[in-house]
């Protein structure tokens, strides 16, 4: 239990520092470039929705009770999928820009 419950409170505490590091980080830019951090907010947003249903889509598929290396395979496959539609759902910037660069270089 003890161990179990250290990776909690290490993992909040990372997720606490990381939010920070991008606060500090979008407020900087602003500094330098003058891109608003609101911008930068709406920016991530969608990143952040498509992010968090890929992991709850992964966290139940890896409920099932198949092989490891199936299970792996279908979680990397459902992770993709749910993403990448919910990336086209939401009109993802950063999917769009990266759509249209593999179409350049084609």
Known sequence: FYFNA???VITAALSIIQFIVVLFITY???KA???KVISSIKDLVPTLISTILMCIAVFFISRLNIGVLVLLIIE???G????FSSSLF????ALS???HIIRISK
Do not use: A, D, R
Not at 80 to 83: A, E, K, L, Q, R
Not at 90 to 93: A, E, G, I, R
């Open 6 to 8: 250290s990776i909690i």
């Open 28 to 30: 900087e830019t602003k």
């Open 90 to 93: 939401l009109k993802n910037k």
């Open 76 to 78: 990397i496959l459902v």
């Open 97 to 99: 820009e990266f759509l």
């Open 33 to 35: 470039t003058g891109y």
């Open 80 to 83: 993709m999928i749910v993403y």
